[in-house]
């Protein structure tokens, strides 16, 4: 899995406005044709409550559904049994009480194809810190509804629920908690819907799967308190925690969503991701980031409300004298590639609210990752323009096209029609908690890297179409350019030769 980019490499966020070509660090173009953008969002914030799923969450059926084979919890091991006798496209319905598998650590259910499990009131599948695994299998349409999934002991990088990534899977007001190890895992056309995902040792979710996850719908879920275990701190910036971590997917809704209080960041697109709508989810009081899009391609990130986030690890790192603008909504080596097929070709991130985090949004792009280059973390991963990775090397990569195509980059991000809010007073923080950021750092290594020097940073800041406007700020913002040594003030911001927020306004605000 891919790690945590820090400023000896951090990640980092990034604006770009929409063009009709790929941009690459020289300024050249690529003849492609867009795809169709996103529909346009009728409002800054989500307009229902949160998905308080876990403190109400919905009941089953108190009786069987019509042709359901009943699982007794008094017989250990029966709902794996039943569904090993049983013929694929089964109903199980699960009395209320709690319901065990065998005393292996690998015994667990293996659904056949379209087998529904329907939870009564109260019905609990418990792990008792004993088995790895409660459903797996390659099975594909595979429903979970109503129950409760709790205590399991899946290793780090592996999940409990749906272990194998199977296809198809619908998992609908279910909760599951209190597990090590990723709560519940993702494959293709997986649909994740009012359930609760909480207090799990690593993710809530984890959405992975060699060979990727197409079309993934999180919606409506209460995402809450994971990361237990506090890997970062195991495998100091390991990249391996938050509430839900995305990892080579290609296409995913994730709206509605209550994400809060994780250790770590709450929602973490890593390596090759494309075609992302995140909209309308309150994500607040996360220890780290509240959006990472890592090394990633095109999203649309509209309508969310954003609040408190990165407290815990802002702090620490102020604390540290790390001067890295580290920030709640995080865009690193990502952006738009109109190349590559989705709603978008932009990375476009417009009517939020973001309030009181610690920091703002930060595009980042290091000069040092790209394929074949030792400083790229996600080790063995190369652009999804390059399937090759073997061609990135001298001399090829000093040319086009590879010169462009050879490296992630942060270009074509539009950042407009948000509102930014900053007291310094509620955060009690003095410094480096009221920042915008665009920016990279000086090329070095490898020795034969064709990056060297300030080409990045030059290119991130001014050639790659990264635009802040029509943005509402209130407090005593600064912003990061080309590099961590240079913080403006609005003015300088708005001026040449940034030319940045364009029709924004700031007003200093109480926080000051």
């Given at each position: 899995?891919?790690?945590?980019?820090r400023?000896?490499?951090?990640p980092?966020?990034?604006?770009?406005?929409?063009?009709?070509?790929?941009?690459?660090?020289?300024g050249?173009?690529?003849?492609?044709?867009?795809?169709?953008?996103?529909?346009?969002?009728?409002?800054a914030?989500?307009?229902?409550?949160?998905?308080?799923?876990?403190?109400?969450?919905a009941?089953?059926?108190?009786?069987?559904p019509?042709?359901?084979?009943?699982?007794?919890?008094?017989?250990?091991?029966?709902?794996?049994?039943?569904?090993?006798?049983?013929?694929?496209?089964?109903?199980?319905?699960l009395?209320p009480?709690?319901h065990?598998?065998m005393?292996?650590?690998?015994?667990?259910?293996?659904?056949?194809?379209?087998d529904?499990?329907?939870?009564?009131p109260?019905?609990v599948l418990?792990g008792?810190?004993?088995n790895?695994?409660?459903?797996?299998?390659?099975?594909?349409?595979v429903?979970?509804?109503?129950?409760?999934?709790?205590?399991?002991?899946?290793?780090?990088?592996?999940?409990?629920?749906?272990?194998?990534?199977?296809?198809?899977w619908?998992?609908e007001?279910?909760?599951i908690?209190?597990?090590?190890?990723?709560?519940?895992?993702?494959?293709?056309r997986?649909?994740?819907?009012?359930?609760?995902?909480?207090?799990?040792?690593?993710?809530?979710?984890?959405?992975?799967?060699?060979?990727?996850?197409?079309?993934?719908?999180?919606?409506?879920?209460?995402?809450?308190?994971?990361?237990?275990?506090?890997?970062?701190?195991?495998?100091?910036?390991?990249?391996?925690?938050?509430g839900?971590?995305?990892?080579?997917?290609?296409?995913?809704?994730v709206?509605?969503?209550?994400?809060h209080?994780?250790?770590g960041?709450?929602?973490?697109?890593?390596t090759n991701?494309?075609?992302f709508?995140?909209?309308?989810?309150?994500?607040?009081?996360?220890d780290?980031?509240?959006?990472?899009?890592?090394i990633?391609y095109?999203a649309?990130?509209?309508?969310?409300?954003?609040?408190?986030?990165?407290?815990?690890?802002?702090?620490?790192?102020?604390?540290a004298g790390?001067?890295?603008?580290?920030?709640t909504?995080?865009?690193?080596?990502?952006?738009g590639?109109?190349?590559?097929?989705?709603?978008?070709?932009?990375?476009?991130?417009?009517?939020?609210?973001?309030?009181?985090?610690?920091?703002?949004?930060t595009?980042?792009?290091?000069?040092?990752?790209?394929?074949?280059?030792p400083?790229?973390?996600?080790?063995?991963?190369?652009?999804?323009?390059v399937?090759?990775?073997?061609?990135?090397?001298?001399?090829?990569?000093?040319?086009?096209?590879?010169?462009?195509?050879?490296r992630?980059?942060?270009?074509?991000?539009?950042?407009?029609?948000?509102?930014?809010?900053?007291?310094?007073?509620v955060?009690?923080?003095?410094?480096?908690?009221?920042?915008?950021?665009?920016?990279?750092?000086?090329?070095?290594?490898?020795?034969?890297?064709?990056?060297?020097?300030?080409?990045?940073?030059?290119?991130?800041?001014?050639?790659?179409?990264n635009?802040?406007?029509?943005?509402?700020?209130?407090?005593?913002?600064?912003?990061?350019v080309?590099?961590?040594?240079?913080?403006?003030?609005?003015?300088?911001?708005?001026g040449?030769?940034?030319?940045q927020?364009?029709?924004?306004?700031?007003?200093?605000?109480?926080?000051?």
């Amino acid at each position: 899995m891919g790690i945590k980019w820090r400023h000896r490499a951090l990640p980092a966020a990034a604006l770009a406005l929409a063009l009709a070509a790929a941009t690459g660090c020289d300024g050249g173009t690529t003849d492609a044709t867009p795809r169709p953008t996103a529909a346009p969002s009728t409002s800054a914030a989500p307009s229902k409550p949160p998905a308080r799923v876990c403190a109400k969450p919905a009941a089953g059926p108190a009786k069987a559904p019509p042709g359901a084979v009943t699982v007794d919890p008094a017989v250990p091991g029966d709902l794996a049994a039943k569904t090993e006798s049983s013929p694929a496209h089964t109903t199980f319905w699960l009395r209320p009480g709690t319901h065990t598998l065998m005393s292996d650590r690998y015994d667990q259910v293996i659904p056949k194809e379209g087998d529904v499990y329907v939870g009564a009131p109260g019905a609990v599948l418990d792990g008792r810190r004993s088995n790895h695994y409660a459903f797996g299998g390659a099975a594909s349409d595979v429903a979970i509804r109503y129950l409760t999934v709790q205590r399991f002991v899946a290793p780090r990088d592996e999940g409990v629920v749906n272990h194998d990534s199977a296809d198809g899977w619908v998992i609908e007001h279910t909760t599951i908690r209190d597990n090590s190890g990723a709560g519940l895992m993702a494959g293709s056309r997986q649909q994740v819907r009012a359930s609760c995902l909480r207090d799990n040792g690593q993710y809530g979710m984890n959405a992975y799967k060699d060979g990727g996850v197409n079309d993934l719908v999180v919606e409506g879920n209460e995402i809450v308190g994971n990361n237990t275990d506090d890997w970062e701190r195991l495998r100091p910036d390991c990249g391996c925690s938050g509430g839900v971590k995305f990892w080579a997917v290609d296409g995913a809704d994730v709206r509605g969503n209550w994400v809060h209080d994780n250790r770590g960041t709450g929602l973490w697109a890593d390596t090759n991701n494309n075609d992302f709508l995140i909209e309308g989810n309150l994500i607040e009081d996360n220890d780290g980031a509240a959006l990472i899009y890592e090394i990633s391609y095109n999203a649309v990130v509209r309508g969310n409300t954003i609040r408190r986030n990165n407290w815990v690890e802002g702090r620490a790192s102020a604390a540290a004298g790390d001067t890295f603008p580290l920030a709640t909504v995080y865009l690193s080596e990502s952006g738009g590639e109109p190349r590559i097929r989705a709603r978008t070709d932009k990375i476009d991130v417009y009517r939020n609210l973001l309030e009181d985090n610690w920091s703002g949004i930060t595009l980042w792009e290091n000069a040092d990752r790209f394929c074949n280059s030792p400083a790229n973390t996600s080790s063995g991963e190369c652009t999804l323009l390059v399937k090759n990775t073997g061609r990135c090397v001298q001399p090829a990569i000093a040319g086009a096209p590879l010169y462009s195509d050879c490296r992630w980059k942060t270009q074509r991000v539009d950042v407009h029609d948000n509102r930014f809010v900053l007291d310094k007073s509620v955060m009690r923080c003095t410094v480096m908690c009221d920042r915008m950021a665009v920016l990279s750092n000086y090329g070095t290594y490898p020795d034969w890297s064709p990056y060297q020097g300030e080409r990045v940073a030059e290119a991130i800041t001014g050639r790659q179409h990264n635009r802040w406007h029509d943005n509402v700020y209130v407090g005593p913002w600064t912003f990061v350019v080309h590099d961590a040594s240079r913080t403006l003030g609005f003015g300088q911001w708005r001026g040449s030769p940034y030319r940045q927020d364009a029709g924004s306004t700031l007003r200093p605000g109480d926080g000051g």
